[in-house]
């Protein structure tokens, strides 16, 4: 097992080395507070590297990888990104008036990581593909709710299996009982162990809050 504490990041979508994801990490590795027992403690260590590792029916693998250094550079990006955001909620009339997705913290609410990557970063690529489906007759709409609502049962089944909940049975769709086959397969292969599991991390001073999916150790390399 490597010695190098872990920041990993589940994703079921297919592309999974993208500037969003790269921010989304940096922000989590950069909180300087994490709610442990109900109760906001400060960050005594940061994580040594982070990665995304791919969840799907097809199989489960490392598809990005960053060190320290490179942390460190994409989490002064973030802060940058952040005071845009806040920025443009200030003069934009379209952030102004839309709901904000946010995390309490203490007595004040804290916007979302992945809100502010949504709201920043051009995604000139998804809008090709939603007028692609709406020409073959499909509602992107529709397609990214039921994607999502995909992602959040690969989470709490990681989630299960990680921290050892035992849940009442029930039928799971069959893509779950693959995505989880490969994925305890793959958990066995880089000799995962959890040290924290879907844990909400704030940054009090820059004023964003989020869910890192774990923290840990394992032989974590690129394509693995």
Same mark, same amino acid.
């Given at each position: 097992?490597?010695?190098?504490?872990?920041?990993?990041? =589940?994703?079921? &979508?297919? /592309?999974?080395?993208? *500037?969003?994801?790269? !921010?989304?990490?940096?922000?989590?590795?950069? #909180?300087?507070?994490?709610?442990?027992?109900?109760?906001?403690?400060?960050?005594?260590?940061?994580?040594?590297? #982070?990665?995304?590792?791919?969840?799907? *029916?097809?199989?489960?693998?490392?598809?990005?990888?960053?060190?320290?250094?490179? !942390?460190?550079?994409?989490?002064?990006?973030? !802060?940058?990104?952040?005071?845009?955001?806040?920025?443009?909620?200030?003069?934009?009339?379209? %952030? @102004?008036?839309? @709901?904000?997705?946010?995390?309490? +913290?203490?007595?004040?609410? /804290?916007? &979302?990581?992945?809100?502010?990557?949504?709201?920043? %970063?051009?995604?000139?690529?998804? +809008?090709? =593909?939603?007028?692609?489906?709406?020409?073959?007759?499909?509602? *992107?709409?529709?397609?990214?709710?039921?994607?999502? &609502?995909?992602?959040?049962?690969?989470?709490?089944?990681?989630?299960?299996?990680?921290?050892?909940?035992?849940?009442?049975?029930?039928?799971? *769709?069959?893509? !779950? @009982?693959?995505?989880?086959?490969?994925?305890?397969? =793959? &958990?066995?292969? +880089?000799?995962?162990?959890?040290?924290?599991?879907?844990?909400?991390?704030?940054?009090?001073?820059?004023?964003?809050?989020?869910?890192?999916?774990? %923290?840990? /150790?394992?032989?974590?390399? %690129?394509?693995?």
């Amino acid at each position: 097992m490597s010695d190098l504490l872990t920041l990993l990041d =589940w994703k079921s &979508s297919k /592309y999974g080395d993208t *500037p969003e994801n790269r !921010l989304q990490l940096a922000a989590y590795w950069g #909180a300087d507070h994490v709610l442990t027992n109900g109760v906001w403690v400060q960050v005594k260590e940061r994580a040594k590297q #982070a990665a995304i590792v791919q969840t799907r *029916p097809e199989g489960c693998k490392v598809v990005m990888v960053m060190t320290e250094a490179e !942390l460190r550079t994409a989490y002064d990006t973030f !802060l940058k990104s952040l005071d845009i955001y806040i920025w443009l909620r200030k003069v934009s009339p379209f %952030l @102004k008036y839309q @709901k904000e997705r946010t995390y309490p +913290v203490k007595d004040k609410e /804290y916007v &979302s990581v992945t809100h502010v990557g949504s709201h920043i %970063l051009a995604k000139p690529g998804l +809008v090709t =593909w939603a007028i692609k489906e709406v020409k073959a007759g499909r509602d *992107p709409d529709s397609i990214k709710n039921q994607a999502g &609502s995909r992602g959040t049962m690969i989470h709490n089944a990681i989630f299960n299996y990680l921290t050892g909940t035992i849940v009442t049975q029930r039928k799971e *769709p069959d893509w !779950l @009982k693959e995505t989880m086959g490969h994925f305890l397969m =793959w &958990s066995k292969s +880089v000799n995962l162990q959890v040290v924290e599991a879907e844990r909400t991390v704030c940054g009090m001073k820059a004023g964003y809050a989020g869910t890192r999916d774990f %923290l840990g /150790y394992g032989n974590i390399t %690129l394509g693995q």
